[in-house]
């Protein structure tokens, strides 16, 4: 299969072709390679992910040891300190045979146990915790990152840590986890680190001033949307690609209908791609990429529609409010009253539908605006309360 046989849009949870990043890329290679410390915020769907997946190959290319992973899989910090532990001593052990004494080493305050899975070649590490322990799971992962640090310093390597959706971590560990995890980690200088998260609002406000735990922590930088202006060659080039004259108004169709969010944009376009070359279609328009989404909608419904059905009718009648109300500022009150619910009750509402990622906000001169975090799923919104 050559080059041209193959889709040049890709979306999923990491790595891929990125586009406009670079500064963002460059911001996590500085903070693992200089054992400095990074936080990268940004809605889902962005591409903070592929930043971090990226960036980490990168400096793992150059010799550094990087220990990437989502707090959100982990079932608890408990479990998540445990993968940790035991992909730092699986790089740092000369041996299979070693693990279990380097690990019993570096990270003795947990009791920590090693088995080896020879037919998956995976290394375990489980832990005999106290009482104490066990009820402030944050102190385990934080002696885990102290581990790391010894094990980078006393083998000389530099070490990078990378822990997406690291307001999971915050959540679980109670009031007091941020304040702990600054604690350890502030004076580690072996070990670079980059704490990501979805909830944007949320982490911030963990950094918003002097009495925050993370105040002058770390550097800060969030990820917004891809300027359109970056993004339109690449998506261009890429439908041309397969064998179609594509019109400007296909292109412009393809940003407004995904909302400029980057994951949509390289969904629609790949189903565009894969289309263009079923039906050997000459001519790309704005009318075919309107057909296009009517498919994507299609494929989704199943997912959306369980999304749906698992929500409150505050939660319904919030979302279909923010959907109806794009680009507008968002007066809570007045539209709270439109969809007869109570402010409070819509306020609260707004809480619960971000923490799940299902919106987002943007500020805007004279307000706030609110939006749909998958604009896919405010189109099938639309289309199946027109069928209802």
């Known amino acids: 299969m050559g080059t041209a046989d193959i889709n040049p849009f890709w979306y999923g949870p990491a790595g891929g072709t990125l586009v406009d990043r670079d500064a963002e890329i460059a911001a996590v290679v500085d903070a693992l390679s200089n054992a400095g410390k990074l936080f990268l ?9 592929s930043i971090l997946a990226v960036g980490g190959d990168e400096v793992a290319e150059r ?3 990087v220990l990437r992973y989502d ?10 300190a445990g993968a940790i532990a035991a992909g730092a001593t699986q790089l740092f052990a000369a041996s299979v045979d070693r693990a ?16 080896y899975d020879l037919s998956e070649q995976r290394l375990t590490i489980d832990f005999d915790l106290t009482s104490e322990q066990r009820r402030r799971p944050v102190l385990v992962l934080a002696t885990v990152l102290d581990g790391i640090e010894q094990l980078a310093a006393t083998h000389g390597r530099p070490t990078a840590v990378v822990l997406d959706e690291f307001q999971e971590v915050i959540t679980e560990g109670g009031d ?5 995890i600054r604690a350890v980690v502030e004076p580690h200088r072996y070990v670079g680190y980059v704490f990501a998260g979805s909830r944007v609002r949320f982490l911030t406000e963990l950094s918003a001033d002097p009495s925050c735990p993370f105040w002058k922590f770390g550097k800060l930088r969030y990820i917004g949307a891809i300027p359109r202006g970056d993004f339109r060659p690449f998506v261009r080039r890429g439908l041309e690609s397969a064998g179609c004259v594509v019109e400007d108004a296909a292109v412009e169709r393809v940003f407004d209908l ?16 894969d289309t263009v070359r079923l039906v050997h279609l000459q001519t790309l328009t704005a009318t075919t990429v309107n057909a296009v989404l009517d498919r994507i909608l299609d494929q989704a419904h199943a997912s959306y529609m369980l999304t749906w059905v698992n929500l409150t009718n505050a939660q319904r009648r919030t979302l279909k409010a923010i959907a109806t109300a794009f680009g507008e500022d968002f007066r809570l009150t007045e539209v709270a009253g439109a969809h007869a619910l109570a402010p409070s009750t819509m306020q609260r509402t707004l809480a619960a539908l971000e923490d799940r990622s299902l919106i987002r906000r943007a500020a805007s001169g004279t307000g706030v605006r609110w939006s749909l975090g998958d604009p896919f799923f405010a189109h099938w919104l639309a289309r199946v309360q027109v069928q209802a």
């Not at 279990?100 to 088995?115: I, K, M, N, Q, Y």
């Not at 007091?176 to 702990?180: E, L, N, T």
């Not at 995904?258 to 791609?273: F, L």
Request: proline fraction near 5%; glycine fraction near 8%; aromatic fraction near 10%.
């Open 41 to 49: 915020l940004g809605d889902r769907r962005f591409g903070k992910t």
């Open 63 to 65: 010799g550094v040891a």
């Open 71 to 80: 707090a959100e899989v982990c079932e608890t910090i408990e479990v998540l």
């Open 100 to 115: 279990g004494e380097l690990a019993r080493r570096f990270f003795a305050p947990v009791r920590p146990t090693a088995s």
């Open 176 to 180: 007091r986890a941020a304040h702990q």
């Open 258 to 273: 995904a909302e400029d969010v980057p994951y949509n944009v390289q969904w629609m376009s790949g189903t565009i791609w």
